[in-house]
C-alpha cells in the first residue's frame, strides 16, 4: 500500500518560491512510489491548522516546504506524535534543515532524504502550550526582530540590517531576572537567547554548542557591551566563537525563567510573546526525517 506524504508549504515562504520548490519535491516522491497531498496554508494559524489535520488523518510524514516559520507551524501538530517530520528547506534562515543535514539549495534533494526514510528523535523546547525547534531570542536580537516586522521596505535580509543599525543607537542593556533549574540569577545583559539547537536567523550560532538530543537547553547570557564592541563582536557569531568574549555566559538547564523589561521574545523566527516567560525541554518531543 503506497504512503501519504502532507507537503505542507507557505506561499510567502522563501519569497514565493516555496510552491515551487513543493512541485519539484512531490514530483521527486511520487517517483518513489508515495501519494502526495499537497496544503497551502496563507498564514501562520492556517499553516498550523493544516498541519493538525494532516497529523489527525494520520500521514505517514509531514514535510515542511519553507523556512524555519514552517517549520515552526508544523512541529505544533507534530510535537509528540508518532507522526515525523520532513523538510525540504527554501526560506530565508533554514536553521533546522543546517542541523539536520538538509540540502538547502536543492528541493529535490531534500526530498531524496525523505525517501532515505532515515529517522530521529529530537528534543523540543516548550513555553505554555507553544512549542520551538532552534531558539528563542530576548534581548537586542529580539528588538531587532520586532522593529523589522514593523518595517514595510525594503525586504529580505536588508530589512533585518536596517533594522539593526536603527537600534544600536537607542538599545541599552536590560535587567534581567532568570530562574536556571530553581537557581535565581539577576544580571543586566545585552541579550539572552534560549538553545534548543545552536543557532537561528541563518547560521547565527548564539547557543554555540547546544545539541538536539541531550535533553538539556542551553541559556547564553551577553553582559553589557558598547556598541562598537557589539558591532565588533556581532560577526563571530557566525562562526561561534564568541563564546570566548568575556561578556559571554553560558548555562545548560532543563528549565529556565526569564524576564526583562520592554522585551518580546522570539522563537523559529516566530514572534513567541513579552517576557516573562518560562521555558522547558522535552526529551525526544519530535521525530524526523533526515
Known amino acids: ?36 497531498r499537497p496544503l497551502t496554508g496563507a498564514d501562520a494559524v492556517e499553516t498550523t491548522h493544516l498541519a493538525r489535520r494532516a497529523v489527525a488523518d494520520e500521514v505517514d510524514v509531514l514535510v515542511a516546504v519553507g523556512g524555519d516559520g514552517t517549520v515552526h507551524a508544523a512541529v505544533q501538530a507534530l510535537a509528540g506524535t508518532a507522526v515525523p517530520l520532513g523538510v525540504v528547506p527554501c526560506g530565508t534562515g533554514n536553521d533546522v534543515a543546517r542541523y539536520l543535514g538538509i540540502p538547502r539549495d536543492d528541493p529535490a534533494a531534500a526530498a531524496d ?28 536580537d529580539a528588538v531587532v526582530n520586532e522593529r523589522a516586522n514593523g518595517m514595510a521596505w525594503p525586504r529580505g535580509r536588508s530589512r533585518y540590517t536596517l533594522a539593526t543599525l536603527a537600534e544600536l543607537r537607542t538599545f541599552t542593556p536590560r535587567d534581567y531576572v532568570l530562574d536556571l533549574d530553581g537557581a535565581a540569577r539577576r544580571t543586566p545583559a545585552m541579550l539572552v537567547a534560549v538553545g534548543n539547537g545552536p543557532s537561528f536567523g541563518g547560521g547565527l550560532r548564539i547557543t554555540e554548542g547546544a545539541v538536539l538530543d541531550d535533553g538539556l537547553l542551553d ?7 558598547s556598541r562598537p564592541e557589539l558591532v565588533r563582536t556581532y560577526p563571530r557569531l557566525y562562526r561561534g566563537t564568541h563564546t570566548s568574549h568575556p561578556a559571554y ?11 526583562a523589561p520592554g522585551i518580546v521574545a522570539y522563537a523559529d523566527g516566530e514572534r513567541f510573546g513579552p517576557l516573562p516567560l518560562t521555558v522547558e525541554c522535552v526529551p525526544g518531543a519530535l521525530e524526523v526525517v533526515a
Open 1 to 36: 500500500m503506497s504512503r501519504t506524504i502532507a507537503l505542507l508549504a507557505n506561499p510567502s515562504a522563501g519569497g514565493g518560491r516555496a510552491v515551487a520548490a513543493r512541485e519539484v519535491a512531490a514530483a521527486r516522491l511520487r517517483d518513489a512510489g508515495y501519494l502526495c
Open 113 to 140: 532524504r525523505v525517501v532515505a526514510s532515515r529517522r530521529r528523535r529530537i528534543d523540543l523546547a516548550r513555553s505554555g502550550a507553544t512549542w520551538f525547534v532552534t531558539v528563542l531570542a530576548a534581548g537586542f
Open 219 to 225: 541559556v547564553v547570557v551577553i553582559r553589557p557591551m
Open 249 to 259: 555566559e553560558r548555562h545548560r538547564v532543563r528549565r529556565v525563567t526569564l524576564a
